[in-house]
DNA sequence: ACTGGTTGCACAATCGGTTGTGCAAGTGCG
DNA sequence: CGCACTTGCACAACCGATTGTGCAACCAGT
């Protein structure tokens, strides 16, 4: 490798040291000479040089004039494990494709969303990700004027794209999971209100805690033939507020509940932190299911049944829906259980 | 909102709306009509103008031109609880600064961070973040060559500035906790090699282990006068590796050891599978330490000792280092003893 | 030798900003 | 009124790629 400047090489040096011209070395570069009649000896020369000086395309010059940037972009709220899981595989998939993959947390904040996206444009993205938004409807708005292809995962979008788990049936399943659990443990249904289960955290105003919330009330109907608005806690994802709930809940049942739906993982978390005061023979009197997968779930003192959603399979099926341009879909991903040694 | 056209809109559009020329519009959305002695009236008109029209510049053309992105990239391994939180941090920073965060994983393979670091470059790059990277000084001269600003965070680079975590005085302290732990216990170090702590997982060629190995060492020497090398077990960070090497170490001791030094998350994720097979009473007699904060660890049926990495001020040590233009330090961040309530 | 068709490439416009420079109109002063 | 100076802005040259178009040179056929 000759290392004659540092400078940056442009595609008019290479032509000045082929004795070519820009628009032949540009073509030779990118594979189109064949297109455009140049004799393919000058292409491989051409090449061969460009690689001597180690020239590399200004990505700037040539999005400017394509109008295509080559940068995928992934709008997430935080680095949890459910998002850092679909980054991943995002990021993965992204390069696999020879793009570049953007990965921008907006905080469950509107207004950043809004902005981040405008800043997106601004660099002509070629398509955006949403994980988990606030707005959906807002957004793909955005982007639709913006002429950007765009897919919501794991929120459903009414008017773009989707991919989302089946919390509703993942919920069911669930449900069932901890029904049998309890039973198991030789606790059934009765007028005690300890003898149930509860639905802890999550945000029921939105789609996937509303479906979870369906999800275990169809269930617990179909299994124990009543359900009360008071099994449902859900009004925040937030650990704190887990922790006040659960501590609550405990308070005025003089106990724990026999069973205890748990949606996400950082309700886990929350939950967990009063768990873990108590003594062993109460936690292993309980039946736990959690919505979401958490590897140290599986070495706690007691066992927690989870669903773990399929981040790989959400993000593919969210590329295969971009790469088909298809309609305004909602794709739904079924949700796998983890099932704990009872 | 005046949606008339949803095509892009330029400073020529605009320019023709206020009936002022381009350099001009460019002067007034710049903030730099004062020094280029634009009518403050007429900066005002034109940003009004924008405003309405909805207009936001096309970076590439800006970055094409001024040969500054406002793109800032942050390249690590993978998104592990560590990584995201650095990440997340990161983000953050980034953002305040009115600049994009790019963030990429390279899946701990060298070849793939040359190529990251190829592609940036073309992207014009404002600055680049290592965090964990494999092969530091290669980086760095290719950065230099690029001539672009970079940092390695959680990793030390000889030839470039560097923040790291102060692994050996963590580890020392760690080690102190972990052996205060086992005298509490009642045990102390005596000829059978069950009798002391074990350092398990991490991988010694890398920097951060081999200072941790070293705290973990001098401690051990300080406090009981010896060590030997058969009490520490890093060969790599896979999780799956951890847990057979934990298999074995309890297979070879005839039970566990009196103390575990457990190096990183995966590792203790690792270690815990088999871990979690154990009977009670054999886990209650063992003190752990682990050399990395996962707030499941607080919730397990026995106490850990963790020590926290400030990614926060690792992170924002790193951008002083970069806007003050350092030349090659390494700076250590000391990481937060979390005391597990024994 | 002249025509028509191909081959191989160079020219120049273009993407949308930024920025050095120049020039007219206005102001102040003697 | 004339001159120097300031104010307010427009012009045009970039940045580095892509791409439509044009034009020599060569070839084959008549």
Chains 1, 2 share one sequence.
């Not at 000058?42 to 040089?49: G, K, L, P, S």
């Not at 200004?58 to 004039?65: E, M």
């Not at 459910?82 to 595989?89: C, D, K, L, P, V």
């Amino acid at each position: 490798m000759v290392m004659t400047d540092t400078q940056k090489k442009t595609i008019y040096d290479i032509a000045k040291r082929a004795g070519a011209s820009p628009s032949t070395v540009s073509a030779a570069l990118n594979g189109t000479w064949k297109k455009r009649r140049i004799a393919q000896a000058t292409a491989e020369r051409i090449i061969e040089i460009a690689r001597e000086h180690g020239y590399s395309a200004n990505l700037q010059a040539r999005a400017l004039r394509t109008s295509r940037s080559g940068l995928v972009a992934l709008l997430m709220p935080e680095y949890n494990r459910f998002f850092s899981n679909i980054a991943q595989t995002f990021s993965q998939e992204v390069r696999a494709r020879n793009q570049c993959p953007v990965i921008i947390s907006t905080g469950r904040d509107p207004d950043e969303e809004r902005s981040t996206v405008a800043d997106l444009t601004s660099w002509s993205i070629d398509a955006i990700f949403f994980v988990g938004t606030v707005a959906p409807d807002d957004l793909s708005h955005q982007c639709r004027a913006a002429g950007i292809p765009h897919v919501f995962v794991d929120q459903p979008c009414a008017i773009a794209p989707s991919v989302v788990t089946d919390s509703r049936t993942g919920a069911r399943i669930l449900t069932r999971e901890i029904i049998a659990s309890m039973t198991k443990r030789g606790r059934s249904f009765g007028d005690d209100p300890r003898e149930t289960v509860y639905f802890v955290g999550g945000d029921r105003t939105l789609p996937s805690t509303k479906n979870r919330v369906d999800g275990f009330s169809e269930e617990m109907y179909a299994q124990v033939g009543q359900i009360s608005a008071k099994q449902i806690l859900a009004s925040t994802y937030d650990l704190e507020a887990a922790t006040r709930t659960i501590t609550e809940l405990y308070a005025q049942l003089g106990g724990l509940p026999a069973g205890l739906f748990i949606n996400s993982d950082s309700v886990f978390e929350g939950t967990l932190r009063f768990l873990a005061t108590l003594p062993e023979h109460e936690l292993s009197a309980c039946s736990f299911g959690c919505f979401d997968y958490e590897p140290f779930g599986q070495l706690l003192r007691f066992p927690v049944h989870m669903m773990r959603q399929r981040h790989k399979m959400l993000v593919q099926r969210a590329f295969a829906l971009l790469e088909n341009e298809t309609p305004p879909v909602i794709e739904y991903v079924q949700p796998e259980l983890y099932r704990a040694a009872d």
